[in-house]
């Protein structure tokens, strides 16, 4: 069951989720039918961290939730905390916010109370996100910088991409945008936790979409392309699309065959509970019906 639980680590640090996955469901599945519950609590919750790159977020959620419970009744701190971040991502990126502050709050208290620096830092980033969909641009930046302060002590390979691609976002002078985006690609380059190639380019993507250079957002897409090429997952299939569609509509393109991508690829987002990508497709949609 250990050896389970530390080959999928080895996998989602990779960036190989699919494995990684089937790795902790296997491992936690051992740990129930023998009765290994302190394995089982510490591996938990990286189904659902592997897992919501995979199917409906809602499943991620209930591992969560499931793992969250679990950890609070035997006092295991560090699973608790990750399983409340868990809860956290998914509810932010499906757009359920009630809640949230409050188990972000205690992620981040348990994160304080066990020194674990790095996932400060993640809880900064996940406070700069929700600022940032509540309309608090400027505050959501200075979480943001807070978060990356941290992770250049902790160690910025960990979380450092995922957070220079939030502050990229938020960003409103185009040097700090650039600088963000560079540094995040070169540690990219150097070698980084999986999590971070996802992210980053997502968020990259979204960037590069806002500022009207397609071409950066087709780099992007296809850098993440490369990074899933060896395992594809049916979230990075979503992400590479609607970045894709989205470029071509933006350098002009209107003909139906898109109007019909679009549309599936929102059907997609829709199924999958990735709410947060849905806003863009939504004016796409309306920008291809009145053109």
Request: net charge negative.
């Amino acid at each position: 069951a250990r050896a389970l639980g530390g080959l999928g680590d080895g996998y989602y640090l990779r960036g190989r989720m699919a494995t990684a996955h089937d790795h902790f469901t296997r491992c936690v599945a051992l740990c129930q039918a023998n009765g290994f519950g302190r394995i089982e609590v510490a591996n938990r919750h990286m189904i659902g961290w592997s897992g919501l790159y995979l199917g409906p977020l809602a499943d991620a959620e209930f591992e969560g939730v499931a793992a969250t419970e679990m950890a609070s009744r035997v006092s295991h701190h560090r699973a608790e905390m990750l399983g409340r971040s868990l809860v956290v991502f998914v509810r932010i990126e499906a757009g359920q916010l009630t809640e949230v502050r409050r188990e972000l709050d205690l992620a981040h208290g348990l994160a304080r109370r066990l020194g674990a620096r790095n996932f400060e830092a993640q809880a900064f980033a996940y406070s700069a996100h929700l600022l940032a969909l509540e309309g608090n641009r400027i505050e959501a930046m200075v979480e943001a910088k807070k978060a990356l302060e941290i992770s250049r002590v902790a160690g910025i390979a960990f979380f450092g991409p995922m957070i220079l691609g939030t502050i990229a976002q938020l960003a409103e002078d185009p040097t700090i945008c650039r600088e963000a985006l560079a540094e995040a690609e070169a540690l990219l380059a150097a070698g980084a936790v999986g999590h971070n190639y996802f992210w980053f380019y997502r968020d990259a993507i979204d960037v590069a979409l806002a500022h009207e250079d397609w071409t950066l957002a087709e780099r992007y897409a296809a850098a993440l392309e490369v990074y899933t090429a060896s395992e594809p997952i049916v979230w990075a299939d979503l992400i590479i699309a609607r970045g894709r569609a989205l470029a071509a509509l933006g350098r002009g393109r209107s003909d139906r065959d898109l109007a019909v991508q679009i549309a599936r690829l929102k059907r997609e987002a829709s199924r999958l509970g990735w709410q947060q990508t849905i806003p863009a497709l939504d004016r796409a949609i309306q920008a291809l019906d009145t053109a």
